[in-house]
């Protein structure tokens, strides 16, 4: 056995090993606290490059563009880093903090943020809308924090979310909106993926190859707003199509998910059926 003289250590080795393991922070930690600053970085653009230009009457649209990417580049990598968080977490471990950590970070990243984006974008559309993308911004931001509050305290079987997971629901927000439909289909579209988010439909978690699609996805985005932002040929109609993609991704997902539910009803009732004298 070791002996060790406490005399011989430093004021500050009693202070760490008196600290609760409940606050040391383990590598998924980090990866969650990634997630939570770039969801502040994606406001902070959305603030600095595309509000605050259109209050003060700037109209580079060049600026907006750039910096209108950089909040959405900034909230795909904030999907990413929620993704990796989980993985590492099974793989090596997670702090007892971990769970409150990650609900605290989605619900910047993916309920603020992409709120805010609503909004913003109420301001600087051409109708004066300011009332009604406020108030779709705050049906976003409240599914948000129900879906966390409700996977928080609920069990579901494994492999699936109920209901649409919040960084999908973020990414399909910022995609109508990003499609430049008018108002009100888009006001529309907006208040249907909240409801998603917060419906029983279930959706499939991104393990094994899923996850490399999500991340190839990620990628192909990212690519897409960056053409976008430098003005290459095509890149608007690059953009739209993949915001257009997600959008029929987020819609398609809900029906496969209800068509299954119902064969997998009219099958039981067949195999009851089948076992009745």
């Keep these: 056995m ?27 930690d980090a990866l969650t606290l990634g997630n939570a600053a770039c969801g502040f970085l994606a406001v902070y653009f959305t603030t600095t490059g595309v509000l605050v230009p259109h209050l003060m009457g700037q109209t580079d649209g060049g600026m907006t563009r750039s910096s209108a990417a950089t909040a959405v580049t900034l909230l795909l990598l904030a999907s990413v880093f929620d993704l990796f968080d989980g993985l590492v977490a099974r793989k090596l471990r997670s702090s007892a903090m971990g769970a409150e950590l990650d609900n605290l970070s989605d619900l910047i990243s993916f309920g603020l943020a992409p709120a805010y984006f609503v909004v913003v974008w109420g301001l600087v559309s051409d109708g004066v809308h300011q009332r009604l993308s406020a108030v779709a911004a705050i049906v976003v931001l409240l599914a948000v924090v129900l879906r966390l509050a409700r996977f928080s305290c609920t069990t579901v079987r494994d492999g699936v979310f109920q209901g649409m997971p919040s960084p999908f629901g973020a990414l399909t927000v910022i ?64 953009l739209k199509t993949g915001a257009a993609l997600q959008v029929i991704l987020a819609a398609v997902i809900p029906l496969f998910a209800t068509a299954r539910r119902a064969n997998a009803f009219r099958v039981n009732r067949r195999d009851r059926a089948a076992q009745l004298p």
């Design 2 to 28: 070791t002996v060790i003289d406490s005399d011989t250590q430093g004021p500050w080795a009693a202070e760490d090993d008196d600290m609760p393991l409940s606050t040391r922070l383990s590598i998924a």
């Design 175 to 238: 995609s109508v909106v990003l499609l430049q439909l008018p108002f009100v289909p888009t006001l529309l579209a907006i208040v249907g993926v909240a409801w998603l988010m917060v419906s029983r439909v279930e959706y499939p978690k991104p393990r094994g190859r899923l996850a490399v699609a999500v991340l190839a996805w990620v990628a192909i985005s990212i690519g897409c707003l960056t053409a976008w932002t430098v003005g290459a040929p095509g890149g608007e109609q690059l």
